[in-house]
């Protein structure tokens, strides 16, 4: 008797593939197949080419549940000492975000709880925060640093977020966002700052192995244009692509600016200008909509959405998961405040946590259901798409498999 080709064959599926040309890549009644940590078939049931006893070494019917891609969170800050919600109730009685940031709240309050805690400590407190990403459907997420702004600090950021990684089994992708705040030993002293930052801190965090993508803030609060492209321009030098905070609270031109870097992402953008959508286009840089810091910091001020899609840039969603202006525990509901609050039909939402979020970390082998991609999967305890959207908080996730394993959810 010959060897079954495959290790495990999921049956009687709803498979939102996001490959081809129907709505989400639906297949009915399909079927998927796991060999060493790949997908190595899709397709219907009926297009099986053997009796799936012969063909796997283990077979499971899921009735009908939806299967997805495994969801992608393409922008936190997941890992942080203390909170904010002090700040929270601050907003509520009418004080702005820029109000707290200038008045020493904001990034760097969270910088000093940060540099306070043990590395053991910032586990402890950014672990649960992870779990509960994964548990709602999360196999890849992206974690940035920028909340510690020297070098020890920054350091055990980072690594928390590679050990997160290894402890749930989950694919964690790391940015260093040194360009975040300006810390208070530099208050007076910017040049300095930028200085360290690109020629301390950068190269020796990229040479412990600790970085797959730089990140800045470029705001009227945060870091100009020009500081910017001397971070990317360090980046670039180190072989490292770049991404960027982009025209959260004002325009700064700094959708264009990453662009010009061939970035992988420009991310918030509500008061985004044409031509920077132009040049995203052009750069295939990745728009990466925050509905959660929409969300919190109750904004008016919409993403162009309309023109983003008539010039075809891809838009992926995040959480932003952060203790400032998204305390968000679900990407799934930030799919579902993107169709809400920005408008996105249920499909471009779910895009936007796959294979779009794939492309805004500059990974080419998940966000699909396609042979030869990573066996990276959610089964949910629904059967429509638009239903992940829909459902507004609870639970609907069954399982989840990263590289054709099953984590716990």
């Given amino acids: 008797m010959s060897e079954p080709r495959w290790d495990r064959l999921l049956l009687n599926a709803t498979l939102a593939t996001f490959v081809g040309d129907t709505p989400c890549g639906l297949v009915e009644r399909g079927a998927i197949a796991l060999h060493h940590g790949r997908i190595a078939w899709v397709g219907r049931m009926d297009e099986l080419p053997d009796a799936p006893g012969t063909l796997a070494a283990a077979v499971e019917s899921l009735d009908g549940a939806l299967v997805t891609p495994g969801l992608i969170d393409c922008h936190t800050h997941l890992v942080f000492g203390g909170d904010r919600a002090q700040e929270f109730d601050l907003r509520l009685n009418g004080a702005s975000y820029e109000e707290i940031a200038r008045a020493g709240g904001g990034i760097v309050s969270t910088v000093n709880a940060t540099?306070?805690?043990?590395?053991?400590?910032?586990?402890?407190?950014?672990?649960?925060?992870?779990q509960a990403?994964?548990?709602d459907g999360v196999s890849t997420l992206e974690i940035k640093s920028g909340y510690g702004l020297e070098l020890d600090s920054e350091r055990r950021m980072l690594r928390v977020a590679r050990r997160?990684?290894?402890e749930l089994g989950i694919s964690v992708r790391t940015s260093f966002l040194g360009l975040h705040a300006l810390p208070p030993e530099y208050t007076d002293r910017r040049d300095d700052y930028v200085a360290l930052a690109c020629d301390e801190l950068l190269p020796a965090l990229a040479a412990e192995g600790l970085l797959d993508a730089v990140d800045a803030f470029c705001e009227n609060i945060g870091f100009t244009r020009g500081e910017t492209h001397r971070v990317f321009e360090r980046a670039?030098?180190?072989?490292?692509?770049?991404?960027?905070?982009a025209e959260q609270l004002s325009d700064q031109d700094g959708a264009a600016l990453v662009?010009?870097?061939?970035?992988?992402?420009?991310?918030?953008?509500?008061?985004?200008?044409?031509?920077?959508i132009k040049a995203m286009a052009a750069a295939g840089t990745v728009a990466v909509l925050l509905p959660g810091a929409f969300y919190a910091l109750r904004e008016t001020k919409l993403p162009p959405i309309a023109?983003?899609?008539?010039?075809?840039?891809?838009?992926?969603?995040?959480?932003?998961?952060?203790?400032?202006t998204s305390p968000l525990l679900s990407l799934r509901m930030a799919a579902g405040m993107a169709c809400t609050l920005f408008r996105l039909t249920p499909e471009e939402a779910l895009r936007g946590v796959t294979v779009n979020a794939a492309r805004a970390l500059g990974l080419h082998?998940?966000?699909?259901?396609?042979?030869?991609?990573?066996a990276d999967l959610a089964v949910w305890k629904v059967k429509r798409p638009a239903e992940l959207c829909y459902w507004i908080g609870g639970s609907l996730v069954r399982e989840v498999y990263v590289g054709g394993e099953s984590v716990t959810v």
């Fill in 365 to 374: 082998d998940r966000g699909t259901l396609a042979a030869g991609q990573r």
């Fill in 307 to 324: 023109l983003l899609r008539e010039h075809g840039v891809a838009i992926a969603i995040a959480t932003d998961c952060n203790p400032g």
């Fill in 115 to 130: 540099r306070a805690a043990s590395e053991e400590q910032l586990f402890a407190q950014s672990l649960p925060r992870a």
């Fill in 164 to 166: 997160i990684g290894r």
């Fill in 259 to 276: 662009a010009e870097f061939g970035g992988l992402s420009a991310d918030h953008l509500e008061y985004l200008s044409e031509p920077g």
């Fill in 236 to 245: 670039q030098q180190l072989g490292l692509p770049v991404k960027l905070h």
């Fill in 133 to 135: 990403l994964l548990a």
